[in-house]
């Protein structure tokens, strides 16, 4: 596989700016622990630049592996790590529901994370699907769990968002049926990135709101 194709292949995942969060977080937080104030300084500079101009962390990135020589797959790597923690999603509210908001998107992160490792063998990525199927109605149930037990003035995002994961959760099973026609797994790594992008989406929508 060539970097063009890498590229080519996150391009395709409609989410360029979540190679910010997943990839260079982590870097920041490591960096922490060495120069807090560059680490700092460091991540506000990509926030910043990578507001002004979607995209560029994931050129970046890509431009280092190009000089590396590196030969990866960058939509499967992205994957396995989508999994982690985002401070900068997580909610604060200590109510029961918010957490278990929090609990039920990293549940559902984890699990597409293992795609890769599980879709290989029929039977346990079978499984790995109906885990899926649980951990999306979990989170909805818990969506509209917070719905109905909170207002909010902007009712409207939240709605918003959710039609969106709903939509991308759709169209994750319709690349799964397409995968067992036609074996291509690249399809459904992006479509569980961009499921994972969503679900980060609602989080960072009720943190938003709330």
């Known amino acids: 596989m060539t970097m063009e194709d890498i590229k ?3 391009d395709t995942t409609s989410m360029v700016s979540m190679a910010l969060y997943t990839v260079m977080y982590p870097v920041f937080n490591q960096l922490e622990k060495v ?4 680490a700092q300084t460091l991540r506000a500079a990509f926030i910043k630049a990578e507001k002004e101009n979607p995209g560029l962390t994931q050129d970046i990135v890509i431009k280092i592996l190009e000089k590396k020589n ?8 992205l994957l396995r790590m989508a999994a982690d923690d985002v401070e900068e999603f997580q909610i604060d ?3 029961a529901e918010f957490q278990e908001l929090n609990e039920r998107a990293r549940a559902l992160k984890n699990i597409l994370s293992t ?3 599980e879709i290989h063998d029929r039977v346990r990525f079978l499984q790995t699907i109906k885990d899926i199927a649980s951990a999306i109605k979990e989170l909805l149930d818990t969506v509209n769990t917070v719905f109905r037990k909170y207002q909010y003035q902007n009712r409207r995002a ?3 968002q959710k039609k969106e994961f709903v939509k991308y959760s759709k169209s994750f099973s319709d690349t799964l049926k397409t995968y067992f026609k036609d ?3 690249i399809n459904v790594f992006v479509s569980a990135n961009r499921l994972t992008h969503q679900t ?3 989080l960072q929508t009720f943190k938003n709101v709330v």
């Open 93 to 95: 509210r200590r109510e």
């Open 35 to 38: 120069n807090l104030s560059a």
């Open 200 to 202: 980060n989406m609602i």
């Open 115 to 117: 795609i890769p490792d």
């Open 8 to 10: 080519n292949e996150a």
């Open 183 to 185: 074996a291509k797994a």
């Open 70 to 77: 590196l030969e990866i797959n960058y939509t499967e790597s």
């Open 158 to 160: 939240l709605e918003q």
